[in-house]
């Protein structure tokens, strides 16, 4: 039940990504959803990743959070090829290094915040006092204290996305990825969640990779990249560095 | 830890999905209640049998006339037996206990009570043979015996009916016409085979041939094999010396019936436990519909609850914890349904045993038993669902509806 050991040569970058690819399907039906695509990501830095409809980017996002693995080209997390893991290898490396929000918050039904939140916990092996004080320590962290027995029906999307958020980061991830985490949120929920994420990237040094489509965000990050038919078109510096 | 943590997991997710929990465990509830009830209810029916024969005594062997071919191919009533046939098996059969029996029904009463019961004309062996005891008085007196003196001895529901809370003993009892003096009180026996053995008045054999039937007939003849084991013999034995003295041929059937108590009982219990076996056969089958059912719901649960095997899998849950996890969910359930099939299934053998009359037993082995075959449904139609869920690639799991 320990983390994948991890030795960084020469301090690797967090995340490498050298000509990766990954084709859906086989003969007339080939999809290629990405299409050779270089990125390198050090940790600290609040990616935002943006491009049209099908350009590949919550394919990138699957692949960068070890959920799937390329189909050629090479994937290094902190130095270590995640093309060469298994199943239960990636699995792990997910439980200790990685966080993820999703579009849909994705939290379990009939369960209170304070238990969606001390789940990740539980696949660590964490006694119960200790998971239930970090969790609750996370839903502090995102403003929903008083909210810790309320379950998802009880909670507007704005709150539900900042449990979700409290459960991602309540395992303090190295990095966070999320894919239109504000998707279904409006304008104002969508900045305080932003707000959030910001917070999370400057004070608690956590990388954050997020998916959007909102152009009006781009201020919150320190990095923008766009895709196109699975390739990264443009990558350039936004104004929310450090 | 894991297995810890896996258990707390299960049991959140079992208490999340509450009514669906409660369905899928009611199948093991009444397969495993329906088990415990047939199995107990067998068994009870079984020691009923083997208690109700040893009451009687084991050794115990009726000679009854039978039926016999009568010209034009009817069958008439084989002539009965007379205290002569008494004294031949006395004197010839080893190892023997031999009371006769004539029997009557009559209206006793006394006072301004009266009851229907049935009566016996025997001599003082039959309290022996049939393991009766006088409770209060005494027995017959040779010269009662030779006389057929009007005196009685009384069964216990003939006290309470006839009598109330009077005292019996010294009375003089109206037995149909006569009347005679009820010198004895046999001790309680219960029923038999929905027969109250207390319902009955005991009198001399000659008392009961002279004053009620009024013939010199002898209905049925005890006999008590002495040592245990030789009933068998002595059953032999009988059937060789009566069809002498009846005067059959080779080629002619037995005009009179010897019942055998131990072979009764023998038989008795091989019936009840192949009942036995049957009911729980039968029973079984309800519990492996359970168990499909268990299948059944789980693999919708599954499908239901893909998304959240989809985020447990995000969250760095390994193939084999989300198996372990269903795993222990279909094993909490159908142990759980078993644990209330078992405490149905007892209630439910103390309320039909209560109403049959029979004893009450919980065979410990059988509860232990259906335990561990709930638990092994659980794992064996739990794992199909749990590989599903096992299986499942977390982005497709993510993104499924
Ligand atoms: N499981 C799959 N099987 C086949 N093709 C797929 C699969 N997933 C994605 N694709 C294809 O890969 C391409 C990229 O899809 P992807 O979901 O990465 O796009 P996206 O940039 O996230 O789009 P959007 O902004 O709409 O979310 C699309 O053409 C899509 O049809
Ligand atoms: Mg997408």
New interface residues.
Partial sequence: ?TAPVIMPAASPPLIELVGVRRVYGEGDSEVRALDGVDLVIQRGEFVMVMGSSGSGKSTCM?LL?C??TPSGGSYRFLGVDVGGLD??AL??????Y?G?V?QSF?L????SAM?NVE??L????MG?RKRHAAAAHALDLVGLANRADHTPAQLSGGQQQRVAIA?ALVTEPMVLFADEPTGNLDSETTHDVMRLLQTLNRDRGITIVMVTHEPELTHYASRIVTFRDGRVLSDVPGEGGR | MILWNTFVLALAAIRRNGGRSLLTALGVVIGVASVIAMVNLGRAAGQQVTANISAMGPNLLFVRPGMTAAAGGTRAEAIPFDPDDLQAIRSSIDGVIVAPGASASATVAYGNLNATTSITGTTNEYFGVRNLTIAAGREFEARELENGAPVCILGPTVVTNVYGSAEPLGTTLRIGATSCQVIGVLSPKGSNMGQDQDDTVVMPLRAVQRRLTGKQDIATIYVSAVEDGTSGRVRADLITLLRERRGLRDDEADDFDVRDMAELAATLQSTSATMTALLGAIAAVSLLVGGIGIMNIMLVSVTERTREIGVRLAIGARAREILLQFLVEAVVLSVFGGLVGVALGIGGTWIMVTQLGMPFVVSVEMVVAAFAVSGAVGVVFGYLPARKAARLDPIAALRHE
Avoid: I, K, S, W
């Fill in positions: 039940m699957n959070g959920l799937d199943r239960d699995a792990l490396l997910r439980r200790h990685l993820f999703f994705n379990l039904p009939r369960t238990e789940l990740p539980v696949y660590r092996g119960a459960r």
